[in-house]
């Protein structure tokens, strides 16, 4: 899955563009607006915190940095020279699995407080009352999805299209 991002000037255009991509099978779990505070969105597919925090890419760092951290903590730990051997992996195990859970959990709890990164450079656009669309497609129809909006609303542009998404969210 890849996720385009398209800046919508108005409500009426992101329904428009919200329908097209309906239309086109995407589904309605894979598309997410994000609006300015307090604009009601009708029926529309809001943004949940997932999407509007940083707490994916938080969790990932997290888990490496805590992974890394507790790896480092039972090498030193089977350093000491009263450590068997066969004891010595499990302090390894243990450390780096405690220092992943650790650092996942913090890291999660970080980015949930956080904006999410990507969406950063949008905010401006957002609070001047503009909308963004983010969906979720098969990378093999981005091409076509981009085509099909631009066909039918040719005043939307596509912002940027991500690499990936996460399974996830």
């Known amino acids: 899955m890849r996720r385009i991002y398209f ?4 409500i009426n255009v992101t329904k428009r563009i ?19 505070r307090g604009t009601p969105l009708e029926e529309l597919p809001e943004a949940s915190l997932l999407q509007k925090s940083d707490f994916i890419p938080a969790v990932e760092q997290g888990l490496a940095l805590g992974g890394s951290t507790g790896l480092l903590a039972g090498l030193v730990a089977i ?4 450590t068997a051997p066969v004891v010595a992996g499990g302090i390894l195990l243990a450390t780096s699995l405690a220092g992943a859970g650790i650092g996942a ?3 999660g709890m970080v980015g949930m407080n956080v904006g ?7 905010e ?3 609070e001047a009352g503009h909308f963004l669309i983010l969906a979720d497609v098969p990378a093999d129809q981005v091409d076509e ?7 039918h609303l040719p005043e939307v542009e ?12």
């Open 7 to 10: 800046l919508v000037p108005d």
């Open 18 to 36: 919200v329908d097209d991509l309906l239309l086109a099978r995407i589904e309605e779990k894979h598309i997410h607006v994000i609006a300015k």
């Open 105 to 107: 959990w913090l890291g």
């Open 79 to 82: 350093a000491l020279p009263a």
């Open 158 to 169: 596509v912002e940027k299209t991500e690499p990936r998404v996460p399974a996830f969210p």
């Open 124 to 126: 401006d656009a957002i």
């Open 145 to 151: 999805i981009e085509g099909r909006v631009k066909q």
């Open 116 to 122: 999410n990164r990507r969406i950063k450079e949008f």
